[in-house]
């Protein structure tokens, strides 16, 4: 059936016992090893291979490789996947998630990125004619949908173009695996994809699904052994599955859409991500909000994002609602990237002398783990304000990469 669980029913089947094995915690359960019963990830044929199986069927795929390392462990994957094929130049939208550009420089891969626009400061997807450039000197195309924003990339252009050239296409769908329902799902037009379950899904952190089709099936298999944790965790695996087999709540989608027009949110793809526009007013709002208990994904400095899934109340979409009627919104800034020119030798500086100097290495918020200075933009005060508040890649202790003054 398409909503049982074989792992959760394996783990549920075991019996009490002894352990001499790990975990140091000793008491079993369902946080266990690879035992004589529960199958093993590394080669399944019980338990594991079935819901893969089944997974694989949902997703689109020809096969499903559960991840207990996040997202990120599907990326290495993939783009891996790509190196042994021979494929040496990828194309990658320049704000792709910072595993996309972190794995290609691991595997030796070229991230080649295709310029992004920004609109009120939202990166835009890119459209057919920026990916028929861009597939023009890659071996293969990366592209993120949904974006962080709640956009579609444009994936039947990206799609049929690819076919054209024979050239294979990779998704991230880190932030879409709650859409396998529909037909913007990434498993009807890639040829590897990655599923962050636990993003829009109920599975736990971590859990995730890296799927394939066709010969790249065999490579992506041989590529997550790689990079696929050796000691993987059972309650996520059982966690994963679940969620992928977690029924559709049109319900919950119909009232977040109604939501967003009630509340003037951005006008987005995706039901699930509720993006306010608060401007210079993003901290205030998020700390009244939070002194109320309710949280958000991410502050970007111009906007509030809230995710949602099958899972999120009604009852709660009425709290967060009643609250931001109560928050004043500002004006968006929309800050254009200002390039410097690169020099031989790097620095660390503190964020507040690094005003005016050339970034040397990719930094930006974490959430969402995008870009906000590229190596080769100049660190403006706005930037560096933003850095500054914490939850930042990119940066060491409090300071930033640039290039040294000549």
Same mark, same amino acid.
């Given at each position: ?130 990916? %028929?450039?861009? &597939?023009?000197? =890659?071996?293969? $195309?990366?592209? /993120? +949908?949904?974006?962080? *924003?709640?956009?579609? !990339? ?62 790249? %099936?065999?490579? &992506?298999?041989? =590529?997550?052994? $790689?990079?696929? /944790? +050796?000691?993987?965790? *059972?309650?996520?695996? !059982? ?168």
């Amino acid at each position: 059936m398409r909503n049982e669980g074989h792992i959760a029913a394996m783990l549920d089947r075991q019996k009490k016992h002894i352990s001499f094995h790990t975990p140091g915690h000793k008491r079993a359960g369902a946080d266990i090893t690879e035992l004589s019963y529960s199958d093993n990830l590394t080669d399944p044929s019980g338990a594991i291979r079935r819901a893969e199986e089944d997974t694989a069927r949902i997703l689109h795929a020809d096969r499903s490789y559960l991840l207990t390392d996040g997202s990120t462990a599907g990326i290495y994957s993939m783009i891996y996947a790509l190196k042994a094929a021979g494929k040496v130049r990828l194309a990658v939208p320049a704000y792709c998630h910072a595993s996309v550009k972190n794995a290609c420089r691991v595997t030796g891969v070229q991230a080649a990125e295709y310029a992004t626009r920004r609109k009120n400061g939202i990166p835009l997807q890119p459209s057919a004619e920026e990916l %028929a450039d861009a &597939l023009q000197n =890659a071996d293969a $195309l990366l592209m /993120t +949908s949904p974006d962080y *924003y709640g956009f579609f !990339a444009p994936l039947q252009a990206a799609r049929a173009l690819c076919t054209a050239v024979n050239k294979p296409l990779l998704i991230d769908g880190a932030h879409g695996a709650h859409l396998h329902f529909t037909d913007m799902h990434a498993g009807f037009y890639a040829d590897m994809w990655v599923d962050g379950a636990h993003k829009s899904l109920p599975a736990l952190t971590q859990g995730a699904v890296v799927s394939a089709k066709g010969a790249w %099936a065999q490579l &992506l298999g041989e =590529a997550v052994r $790689l990079f696929r /944790t +050796s000691s993987p965790s *059972y309650p996520i695996m !059982a966690s994963v599955e679940r969620a992928v087999k977690y029924p559709r709540n049109e319900a919950i989608e119909r009232a977040a859409e109604a939501f967003k027009r009630e509340l003037c949110a951005v006008p987005n793809d995706d039901w699930s991500k509720l993006l306010i526009a608060f401007g210079e007013n993003c901290d205030l709002a998020q700390a009244y909000l939070e002194s109320k208990g309710v949280y958000p994904e991410f502050n970007d400095g111009n906007y509030l994002m809230f995710y949602l899934s099958p899972c999120t109340k009604r009852a709660h979409l009425k709290k967060l609602a009643a609250l931001l009627r109560k928050i004043p919104r500002g004006s968006v800034e929309d800050e254009a990237a200002l390039t410097g020119e690169r020099g031989q030798t790097r620095t660390w500086l503190p964020l507040n002398e690094a005003v005016g100097r050339v970034c040397a290495s990719e930094c930006g918020l974490f959430p969402p783990c995008v870009p906000l200075l590229r190596s080769g933009d100049r660190v403006t005060q706005r930037a560096a304000a933003l850095l500054s508040k914490g939850g930042a890649f990119g940066l060491q202790n409090g300071m930033i990469c640039v290039y040294a003054e000549e």
